[in-house]
């Protein structure tokens, strides 16, 4: 298995609501990533877990809250957001933070706020 | 600090033209290079890597890109362009020293013309 898969595909949420975005991997990797990606827009970082620990928080909005219950695991939880928090979300992995072979990103998340 | 540049956020080619896509970096030591592309509402799949071995990297698809220390380059080529070769392309570049993180380029969106 050489995938990260994002579940779910699209999400419309309100801003009053709590979703859940979920990411799984089972290639053994024990670096996963958050990115967000606007429309034409390069993926920016949202967090780094390491080891099933959060080794970088890039100054993300409480609102936003990671998860890796496991090393094969890692969710993004999600309330109260804002409308400009539209975007696409990648998850993705890396056999470490120490092997520069590059990420496999999953298939994203396509969330939508109203 | 780590940069890097897509020259050309929007590059057009004819059905069998050459491709050409330009990515410049800085970097104060060796850096890992990486091409990424990304089909519309999909993920990033990795095209080809340059991790210190051989300077002319061959990918997936019939692409590949050549890592010129003395140009700070690391270009995309592929020789006959496909319709199915329209896409948005990212380089990306990584260091060691800053724990394998990505610094993504802005992304070149590649159209080409039948």
């Known amino acids: 298995d050489t995938e990260v898969t994002q579940t779910p595909k699209h999400l419309v949420m309100g801003m009053t609501n709590k979703k859940s975005l979920k990411c799984e991997q089972h290639?053994?990797?024990?670096?996963m990533y958050w990115y967000k990606q606007k429309a034409k827009k390069p993926p920016e970082l949202m967090f780094v877990y390491s080891y099933e620990k959060l080794s970088i928080n890039e100054s993300v909005p409480s609102r936003f809250s990671p998860e890796c219950p496991n090393s094969s695991l890692l969710n993004l939880h999600l309330h109260a957001l804002q409308p400009e928090d539209s975007a696409l979300y990648l998850c993705?992995?890396?056999?470490?933070?120490?092997?520069?072979?590059?990420?496999?990103f999953g298939s994203g998340t396509r969330l939508t706020v109203v | 600090a780590q940069s890097v540049t897509q020259l050309g956020s929007h590059v057009s080619v004819s059905e069998g033209a050459l491709v050409l896509l330009r990515c410049n970096y800085s970097?104060?030591?060796?850096?890992?290079l990486f091409w990424y592309v990304q089909y519309p509402n999909q993920g990033l799949q990795l095209l080809l890597k340059?991790?210190?071995?051989?300077?002319l990297v061959k990918g997936i698809n019939g692409f590949e890109a050549e890592f010129k220390k003395s140009e700070t380059s690391f270009h995309l080529t592929k020789p006959s362009a496909h319709m199915s070769d329209a896409a948005e392309y990212f380089c990306a570049v990584s260091e060691l020293n800053t724990g394998n993180q990505f610094y993504f380029g802005t992304g070149t969106s590649l159209t080409v013309i039948p």
């Open positions: 993705a992995s890396s056999q470490n933070r120490d092997t520069p072979r590059g990420y496999t």
């Open positions: 290639m053994g990797h024990r670096a």
């Open positions: 970097s104060s030591v060796p850096p890992y």
């Open positions: 340059y991790t210190s071995a051989a300077t």
